[in-house]
């Protein structure tokens, strides 16, 4: 098999381990890459993403690369779902050499870019996953935003009781279509909704099918990384109605309330989140949280390993490992901030991966309502 020689200052070698069963390979890659779906001329693409600027077409890129006829002819997937699905069985082998082909070619850059190279700016930047059979995230996982809407002597005590006692993870599940969007889209806030609050995460991408991983092993059944801003609606439901207590679907599952993006690092790139992970969440340009992975109540290892115990894990399914303090429910109560306005923008970054940079919009007011629609919050809540 046909080793593409590196001729670039940043390589890394790879060891191709799939799956039991398949044989390992030795590979260098010139230059790591991203992975992202992107409107160009009006298609939905999957593309590679360098030095998180240019976008290279991922199927017109093998079409280059099969011209050489040292190169058989392997089918490109026609969407992210499937690249993630076919990555360890073979088609990552196939993406290092289209990379090697593009850098090493100069094609990338200059007089000898190739036609379907393009700059960032210049197209639509899609979700990556167009879209997930599920998105779990992690509620209450890191010991800063434990209790903090009650201020700092209230949280200091629920991280401390929750340390001494972490229980098991708490996952509930994020709508896929209609709340998922890309970066640079709006985030709408619902009308009425007057209390949409902000949560920068990292979401992990699973690569293989899994149940019951361990923790130990879960690392073995990750694609890679992306951010992703769990954004929430803190109105609640209106009193009585036969309802008590908190709604999930109301606070979680508005439509645009699942940033995610701007692409994908694949794991081997990144590194251990657990070491390496550095979010970070802006609104207008202040800063509101920053975290890094210490203060995680369950690693992203144990909460793969809690969510496969209870439903299996497919090739795409997205597990965002919960926020820091800083939210929107605490800063408004201590006077620092408010919740999201019409006219805000949002930049949530993780280290190594990107920064998702999403305006904020309002809803004009629908027409028609029967009277069991969500209503807005002023009309139940009085502060």
């Known amino acids: 098999m046909r080793l593409t020689r590196s001729f670039g200052a940043l390589t890394a070698l790879i060891l191709l381990a799939g799956p039991v069963g398949l044989s390992a390979q030795a590979v260098e890659v010139t230059e790591p890459f991203k992975v992202g779906t992107f409107g160009i001329d009006g298609v939905t693409t999957v593309g590679l993403v360098f030095r998180d600027a240019i976008v290279a077409d991922l199927s017109a890129a093998n079409d280059l690369l099969e011209t050489d006829p040292a190169y058989p002819h392997i089918p490109m997937p026609e969407d992210m779902i499937a690249l993630i699905g076919q990555y360890e069985y073979g088609l990552k082998y196939r993406i290092y050499e289209i990379a090697n082909n593009l850098v090493d070619g100069g094609r990338l850059t200059g007089s000898t870019r190739a036609s379907f190279v393009h700059d960032v700016a210049d197209i639509r930047t899609l979700p990556p996953i167009m879209y997930p059979r599920k998105v779990l995230n992690a509620a209450g996982n890191f010991y800063s935003h434990v209790g903090e809407g009650g201020g700092p002597e209230a949280q200091a005590v629920a991280a401390a009781e929750r340390a001494a006692d972490r229980g098991v993870p708490y996952l509930f ?47 073995d059944y990750v694609f890679g990384y992306m951010v992703t801003i769990d954004v929430s609606d803190r109105g609640g439901r209106p009193p009585g109605n036969r309802s008590t207590g908190g709604d999930w679907f109301v606070g979680k599952g508005h439509d645009t309330f699942a940033p995610q993006g701007p692409w994908i690092v694949p794991k081997e790139f990144y590194g251990d989140p657990m070491q390496n992970l550095r979010q970070t969440l802006s609104v207008g340009g202040q800063i509101l949280q920053e975290a890094r992975a210490g203060d995680m109540i369950h690693s992203l290892w ?73 209503p807005p919050v002023n009309v139940y809540r009085n502060q």
């Open 173 to 219: 599940l994020k709508p896929t279509w209609g709340s998922i969007i890309g970066n640079g889209a709006d985030i709408t806030i619902p009308y009425g909704r007057d209390r949409t609050d902000w949560e920068v995460e990292i979401g992990t991408v699973i690569g293989r099918t899994a149940k019951y991983v361990t923790s130990a092993d879960a690392q």
């Open 302 to 374: 144990e909460l793969i390993e809690y969510a496969s115990s209870i439903n299996t894990l497919l090739p795409g399914d997205v597990i965002n490992g919960g926020t820091s303090g800083g939210t929107g429910m605490a800063v408004v109560q201590t006077g620092a901030a408010q919740w999201l306005q019409p006219g805000d923008v949002v930049e949530a970054t993780v280290d190594g991966i990107g920064t998702l940079r999403m305006p904020v919009v309002g809803e004009d007011r629908p027409a028609g309502d029967t009277g069991v629609r969500l």
